[in-house]
């Protein structure tokens, strides 16, 4: 009779040629996963990609009226805030006027 030791990952019992010195879980499991890990973290690296390019193209319209602002003098500029704060490391600018943040940096 074979001797058998049992596979933590799988949870079933395999022949001891199945296992290294050291490790828990089977060749078979062990393999399994790196290989998951390869596919996931190229998964993750198109994922990131794809949300940095999002980020840099979608722009709000008052982020474009900022920078337009910047570029012309024409422009005037826009009205202090009636109140600052700073929390979360950033510093809010509020409106009391409209009741909201008007940004923040």
């Known amino acids: 009779m074979a001797e058998k030791k049992y596979c933590f990952s799988c949870q079933s019992e395999r022949g001891i040629e199945h296992f290294e010195e050291g490790f828990k879980s089977c060749k078979v499991c062990r393999e399994q996963r790196n290989t998951d890990r390869k596919h996931i973290s190229a998964n993750y690296a198109i994922l990131k990609e794809r949300l940095d390019v999002r980020q840099n193209t979608k722009k ?46």
């Open 60 to 105: 709000t319209q008052r982020h474009q009226t900022r920078l337009k602002r910047n570029q012309s003098p024409d422009i005037p500029k826009l009205p202090e805030p009636d109140e600052v704060k700073f929390f979360d490391g950033r510093t809010h600018y509020f409106c009391k006027k409209c009741n909201s943040v008007v940004w923040y940096i």
